[in-house]
């Protein structure tokens, strides 16, 4: 088979997806003729029919289905190369890939990037944000299916390059009137008589709540299972558990929500993020410019009550 052509199956997708070739050729300036004739000779290539033609227009073939997903494909990655290589001609341009675990988004990554992309030398650089937990994030860092990676560093991070991030610390989200607000700050085992909100089972912070209270002899009851810490501050203003949660998400919940923060004196409560990567020397120019902006954030202090 030869090599397929970039400009034939970008028309492939365009006429599937309008299932109308003469309007395609009226966007894309070229004669519908010209592009019967591109499709036409990939079929012969090929050795099977991509299009049926119909009075009404054209519609794909299940070959042709197939073809036009990984057509998808292989255009976005032409034009993220593109994008990437026009980087070592002049200005920094291209996408950056970036998966970050729950806490880091609702943290400050969200805000740390929004500066980067603010910045005027940065106004061609695109980033991609996923959010994952950190056992799936690393294992995609390791498959190298993203340029970087933002986590807890509690983690071991294998072969995996890490710069500092932030830090923050875990605390004890309670309502105002529940027993324990009397308390100024308290160990994790004090909190295990009641019972909690908890989050995804297989969450890097989840498990290691579970193991801590193992050590002490005791299990974690969870009352409600969320998904986000919004949800979760909302499980504790209605008074129906406690919850471990970044006292720096409680700035934007806490005070409204009559939720009082109680720091945890354990010693693994204070994190540390790193930014994670496979090289860095080998990371894109752009992907490179994200990871020194991000390492140079001044770690964040906030009250956590």
């Known amino acids: 088979m030869r090599d397929l052509d970039l400009t034939t199956l970008r028309l492939l997708v365009a006429v599937c997806e309008q299932q109308n070739m003469a309007r395609v050729a009226e966007q894309s300036h070229i ?13 012969a290539n090929l050795g099977v029919a991509l299009l049926i033609r119909t009075r009404r227009g ?7 289905l197939a073809l036009v997903e990984h057509a998808r494909t292989m255009l976005f990655a032409a034009e993220r190369i593109e994008n990437d290589i026009t980087a070592f001609a002049g200005g920094i341009k291209g996408n950056v890939r970036i998966l970050a675990s729950p806490s880091a988004i609702a943290e400050s990554l969200l805000e740390d990037i929004a500066a980067f992309m ?4 940065n106004r061609e650089i695109k980033v991609d944000i996923e959010e994952c937990v950190t056992s799936e994030l690393l294992r ?4 190298g299916s993203s340029a970087i990676g933002v986590c807890w560093n509690h983690t071991d991070l294998g072969e995996l390059q890490q710069r500092p991030y ?4 875990l605390a004890l989200a309670v309502h105002q009137d529940h ?4 308390h100024s700050q308290l160990r994790y085992e004090d909190t295990l008589d009641y019972e909690h909100v908890g989050m995804r089972p297989d969450s890097a912070v989840v498990v290691m709540l579970q193991r801590a209270a193992a050590q002490a002899g005791r299990s974690v009851r969870y009352r409600v299972l969320v998904s986000n810490f919004d949800a979760a501050f909302r499980v504790v203003a209605a008074k129906l558990a406690v919850g ?5 998400i409680s700035t934007l919940y806490a005070s409204a929500a009559q939720v009082k923060m109680i720091p945890l004196t354990d010693a693994w409560a204070q994190r540390e993020f790193s930014i994670c990567f496979r090289e860095f020397e080998a990371l894109p120019a752009a992907a490179q410019r994200l990871v020194q902006h991000l390492e140079r954030k001044p770690e964040m202090v906030l009250s956590p009550g």
Do not use: H, W
């Open 31 to 43: 004669a519908p003729s010209a592009i019967s004739k591109r499709i036409a000779l990939l079929e």
């Open 58 to 64: 054209v519609q794909a073939t299940a070959a042709g």
């Open 118 to 121: 603010r910045e005027p030398r």
């Open 140 to 143: 995609r860092m390791r498959e």
């Open 166 to 169: 932030r830090k923050d610390r």
């Open 179 to 182: 027993p324990l607000a009397q």
């Open 244 to 248: 471990v949660i970044p006292a720096e």
